[in-house]
């Protein structure tokens, strides 16, 4: 599975769209990005994923560029409950696939009043 | 709610204790994982099972026994842990192990080896 890049922690305020980056340039033709977030001292929480094109949810927003080697997540009007740690993953799915997460470090979101 | 269930949801064992760790999932999945969250460490997988058969083992030291006696329930058996296990243990289901759904975990139980 290809390896991904996130900043390690962003600001944002309540009520404002927040934007994570995610950096995957190694990704495959057959490799999905998923989000999922992990609220302090939680289970980690599925948030979306894609292959191609932008998806949308009733959580956020997935827009991953047309090289597919990275994507955004947008939370659109961001509270101060979405303050969590955000784990962009790049997975195989298919017969093939082993249902291997494997997480990062993630990006520590802080969601201000 | 997840629809996957996490008990004890703390647990405090001495290195010679004998614990399980239990796991209960709602949903009709097919697959359970456990994994592991070391303090300032990222989640790690430990195990996978497929329909109640082991599909994985990340290297996992055998004082750790898993068991996985249907698909709805997922056990982690615990012996002669050492202080380094304290940890939150996570369990997860999805509904395939293949393909591209997602996993759904529980709450997790917060272990402290003394």
């Known amino acids: 599975d290809a390896k991904t890049t996130q900043p390690t922690s962003m600001d944002c305020a309540e009520g404002r769209a927040a934007n994570l980056p995610c950096n995957h340039s190694?990704?495959?033709?057959?490799?999905?990005v998923y989000w999922y977030r992990q609220i302090h001292s939680q289970g980690p929480q599925y948030i979306i994923h894609?292959?191609?094109n932008n998806e949308t949810n009733e959580m956020a927003s997935l827009i991953i560029t047309e090289d597919r080697k990275s994507s955004t997540l947008i939370l659109p009007h961001a509270t101060l409950r979405d303050t969590a740690v955000y784990y962009c993953?790049?997975?195989?799915?298919?017969?093939?696939?082993?249902?291997?997460?494997?997480f990062g470090q993630g990006t520590t979101l802080q969601v201000k009043p | 709610e997840t629809g996957v269930t996490q008990t004890p949801r703390h647990l405090v064992m001495g290195m010679t204790n004998k614990k399980s760790l239990k796991c209960e999932q709602h949903?009709?999945?097919?697959?359970m994982y456990w994994y592991k969250q070391s303090a300032k460490k990222p989640l790690e997988l430990m195990f996978v099972?497929?329909?109640?058969?082991?599909?994985e083992n990340n290297s996992v030291p055998s004082r750790f026994s898993p068991e996985c006696p249907n698909s709805s329930h997922l056990f982690l058996h615990l012996h002669t842990l050492q202080p380094e296990d304290s940890a939150l243990y996570l369990c997860?289901?999805?509904?395939?192990?293949?393909?591209?759904?997602?996993?759904?975990f529980g709450p997790g139980t917060r272990l402290t080896v003394l």
């Open positions: 997860a289901s999805s509904r395939r192990l293949a393909g591209e759904d997602e996993q759904f």
């Open positions: 190694t990704i495959s033709g057959n490799e999905y």
């Open positions: 894609g292959l191609k």
């Open positions: 993953i790049v997975r195989v799915a298919g017969s093939s696939n082993t249902g291997k997460l494997i």
């Open positions: 949903l009709g999945h097919n697959a």
């Open positions: 099972y497929n329909f109640k058969e082991q599909t």
